[in-house]
């Protein structure tokens, strides 16, 4: 399944599946990655300097209160960034969406700025390889997830997404260096991640409605459960590497 595997050699001689047809395109490549990276790199470091509470979802929720009518068109910058950069956790974001917008908005608003920030990142690391994609990604996390993706195919992938505590905006790039259709790769997403987005959506209602036993009912049921899929993450993946 991923599209960059490694190269062979053909009956004259020529290396296919090469990332690069030349020494020019790899300098190429290796510099724009270069930009990206320093662009990247500059401006989270600049945000979290000039807003040093951009990590903190009580200081998000009053400034995304404060904006009024524009909040829905910033919640979904905000969930777009974070699948881009990942500086706060989407789940928490979505709960901050659930107690200012409603549990149906709130993921609605999420899923429409995760979908957004999936598909950016999928684009980029289909479009500069995975020269890019080893710039930006831990190397031996994503060498982990490379395999795994490319031994499971598409049944892993879905289930990596609807279970919490695995790394979806990792899979995202790990997805980009795959065959995988960009329209498939969307519908894995939405229905991978809605439920767990629109679980805590609808914590931070109950929140917002001073339901506060309902509130810590669902929080407890999400932690546990993402305690329980932590605690067998290995297990999962051998069991879904064995399959594939």
Known sequence: MVADSPSTTDEDGAKSGVIFTSTAARRDAVLRSIAVVCLVGGGAVA???VLPGVTDPDWIEHQLASLGAVAPVAFVALQTGQVMLAPIPGQLLAGVGGYLFGAWLGAGYSMVGVVIGSTVVFLVSRRFGRSYA???IEQS???RWDAFVDRGG???LFICFLLPTFPDDLLCFVAGLTDLRLRRFLALV???RTP???????????????VLG???????????GSVAVYATRDRIVARLDSRG
Do not use: I, K, M, N
């Open 47 to 49: 945000v979290q300097t």
């Open 134 to 136: 080893e710039r930006v």
């Open 141 to 143: 996390a994503l060498r």
């Open 154 to 156: 598409v049944p892993a």
């Open 190 to 192: 939405v229905v991978g």
């Open 196 to 210: 767990t987005f629109l679980a805590v959506a609808y914590a931070g209602t109950r929140l917002s409605d001073g």
């Open 214 to 224: 309902q509130f810590a009912l669902v929080v407890t049921v999400l932690t546990l």
